[in-house]
């Protein structure tokens, strides 16, 4: 029989129906005051919410996998949690989002394991802000240029602003909110994916998060190649070239501190 809840009622139970109404407003945290208090939606099999002592709640997808136990000398099977995101009283981080977000995280995590060398976008934005200025322009084919301070400046405040999102919360909110684009859930920025997983969606998806900004929107309809994207490898770049030209053509766009 379905257990029933009041809408006033404090909900204990570890295992329940999710609802919005319930997981916003029906429960508390309840523990050891260390530990998060771990509640599972009894509707849809792998979503799990950690209620924290602070009343942060967060969504995770939680997954029963096999895992070599070091000690016992056997494989055996063990619930590994993975991040969704921190709900919040919005319509891209309340109960909705996270079951729509559920099966791509839950997929990812029956892939076999990256390699831990395999770098991110954001990581190589970093190398390149690091060492990419030095010597001549990678652009150039025959004569030999270096970078002009001011283009390493002006190179430097869009990849800090529009990649690794150090700009202003207005960008930093478009870039990083989970969106559905193509039957296709983002819920990360560019920064934040392995670079061997671009593809075209994820540079259209980047697109679709900039149409607010008529600048940097039309710009990704050119083919302009500009410079800070050839530390990238080739078979990717092309995808990012279009991407580094909205960025140049936001140079201008005034951001909220």
Known sequence: MKRTYNKRENITDTTFDFTQQKVQYQIQYQGNGKAPDKRYDKSIQGLCLFVYPSGIKTFYAVRFLEQYNKKKNRTEKNAV????????????????AAKLELPNILSRMALPKEKKDEKTFGALAKEFIKSGFGGFRLMDKSDKHEYKQTTIDKYTKLINTYILLKGGQKIRDRL????????????????????????????????????????????FCSNGVPGPFNFLKPRLAWYLYRYAKALRSGANERQQP
């Open 81 to 96: 949690y993975k991040k969704i995101f921190r709900m919040e009283d919005h319509p891209q981080r309340n109960y909705a």
């Open 176 to 219: 990083s909110a989970v969106i559905t684009f193509e039957d296709r859930v983002s819920s990360k920025p560019l920064k934040d994916y392995a670079i061997n997983e671009i593809d075209q969606w994820h540079i259209e998806c980047v697109q679709t998060r900039l149409k607010d900004t008529k600048t940097i929107s039309t710009s």
